[in-house]
């Protein structure tokens, strides 16, 4: 018996595979970039960008997120949208 070939090698999905992204602001409106696993987030849908941003926005603000933006490619879908209080 033959082992199982190796999985295929991982490769981050394409802008076409998965167009939603959330723009993150500062206050001002400025982009802020963030480290880790929050870093560069894409979405296949509005539904899955929407539950990301629900459960991470605490973490997001935490690190100097003030608003979001939501984009399905370079269409600015809606946002500002605060994440404070």
Same mark, same amino acid.
């Given at each position: 018996?033959?082992?199982?070939?190796?999985?295929?090698?991982?490769?981050?999905?394409?802008?076409?595979?998965?167009?939603?992204?959330?723009?993150?602001?500062?206050?001002? /409106?400025?982009?802020? /970039?963030?480290?880790?696993?929050?870093?560069?987030?894409?979405?296949?849908?509005?539904?899955?960008?929407?539950?990301?941003?629900?459960?991470?926005?605490?973490?997001?603000?935490?690190? /100097?997120?003030?608003?979001?933006?939501?984009?399905?490619?370079?269409?600015?879908?809606? /946002?500002?949208?605060?994440?404070?209080?």
């Amino acid at each position: 018996m033959n082992p199982p070939e190796a999985p295929p090698t991982f490769r981050r999905p394409s802008v076409e595979e998965r167009p939603w992204a959330w723009r993150l602001e500062d206050a001002a /409106g400025t982009e802020v /970039g963030v480290e880790g696993d929050l870093a560069d987030q894409r979405f296949a849908n509005q539904a899955d960008a929407e539950s990301w941003v629900g459960e991470t926005w605490a973490d997001l603000a935490a690190l /100097g997120v003030d608003q979001v933006v939501l984009f399905e490619h370079d269409r600015r879908v809606y /946002g500002p949208m605060s994440l404070h209080a």
